[in-house]
């Protein structure tokens, strides 16, 4: 792909999961440079570190609801910028909040004044506790705004109707990605979401702890196959959302087995109270990134969870 040769992009969010390998990719990708801006509120430099000796790229310690300046001109503004995880974000209900709405607005300001295109990360829980099947772009959702995941799904939406807003007044060039459940190296421990959870649980030889009764699905995207489909989105000209995610949908249940599986490894399957609001499915339909990206997820959840596993062994 021509599109990031010779190019400068900003990734808001750039020290977190996904942002620091999209960092990696566009460099790869030939970018000329590569500006991370984060305020390692759930991030870490850490996943910067085969980084930092690249003169191409620059991190910049910065929280993104405050304005952001840049140095000369920007051609893409990624903005990966929000807590992601449910334990995260009930954290940091306030900040979360904020994030993705001053943040974003900073971000399309920036973009804005640079003349630059913007890619905002949105995510599967717009639509909130889907009563559609698997989910389109064109449903709209299902979130009670009072709920305590409403915070992300919400400030996700407003950011959805921020961008749309700057794009219609401004004539902004802008891209959103509804992002659904994805996975990989790097994930935090601790940070609660499934996959580090039941991957550090095997590792430790714990028990596995479910939450209800594992019947609620989801539809896991090892975080290349996400990556791949940013820079695709990003150097198209489809404005309208577009689904990112792995269509192979598995019950919670079903997916402790699997990591089991993988590690070789881990305890009993123990049932643990279900969180207050937990969709009861989600499995994107990509139809639309099938069609206008030519993009669909090649790694499997088998391998995906291999590579993953090994990371996590690797830093023990
Ligand atoms: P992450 O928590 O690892 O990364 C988010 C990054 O944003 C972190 O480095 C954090 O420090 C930074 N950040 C948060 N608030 C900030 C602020 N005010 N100023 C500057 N930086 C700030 O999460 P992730 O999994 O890499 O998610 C990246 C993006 O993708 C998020 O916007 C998330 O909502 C979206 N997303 C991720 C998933 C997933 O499964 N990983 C699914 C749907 C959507
Ligand atoms: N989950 C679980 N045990 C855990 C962590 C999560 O059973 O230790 C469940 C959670 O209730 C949800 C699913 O796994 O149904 C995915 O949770 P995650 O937080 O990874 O993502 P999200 O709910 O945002 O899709």
């Not at 702890?209 to 594992?214: A, E, I, M, N, S």
Request: glycine letters at 8%.
């Amino acid at each position: 792909m021509n599109t990031y040769r010779g190019k400068r992009i900003v990734v808001l969010g750039g020290a977190g999961f996904v942002g620091s390998f999209l960092c990696e990719r566009l460099l790869r990708e030939g970018a000329e440079a590569v500006t991370a801006i984060d305020n390692l509120v759930t991030g870490n430099r850490r996943n910067l570190a085969e980084l930092e000796s690249d003169a191409r790229f620059d991190f910049v310690h910065h929280d993104i609801c405050n304005p952001i300046t840049v140095k000369g001109p920007v051609d893409y503004v990624f903005n990966l910028a929000s807590p992601a995880s449910p334990i995260d974000y009930a954290q940091l209900w306030l900040e979360t909040m904020r994030v993705g709405s001053e943040g974003t607005l900073r971000g399309l300001e920036l973009a804005e004044a640079k003349k630059a295109v913007f890619l905002q990360a949105s995510t599967s829980e717009i639509y909130g506790d889907p009563l559609e099947h698997p989910q389109r772009e064109s449903y709209s959702g299902n979130v009670d705004p009072t709920k305590p995941r409403s915070v992300y799904d919400e400030a996700k939406r407003y950011a959805e109707s921020l961008v749309s807003a700057f794009r219609r007044s401004r004539g902004l060039s802008t891209r959103i990605v509804r992002i659904f459940n994805t996975y990989g190296p790097r994930m935090r421990l601790e940070d609660g979401r499934v996959v580090p959870a039941f991957v550090g649980q095997a590792l430790r030889g714990e028990d596995f702890t479910l939450f209800g009764d594992g019947s609620q699905t989801r539809s896991f995207c090892f975080v290349d196959d996400l990556v791949d489909g940013l820079v695709r989105l990003a150097a198209s000209d489809v404005m309208d959302p577009v689904n990112i995610g792995n269509p192979d949908e598995r019950t919670i249940k079903s997916f402790a087995e699997a990591v089991r599986a993988a590690a070789g490894s881990g305890g009993a399957i123990v049932s643990r109270p279900l969180p207050e609001g937990d969709p009861k499915q989600r499995r994107p339909d990509i139809t639309r990134a099938r069609t206008l990206l030519g993009w669909e997820p090649k790694v499997p959840l088998d391998e995906g969870l291999r590579r993953t596993i090994a990371w996590f062994r690797a830093q023990r």
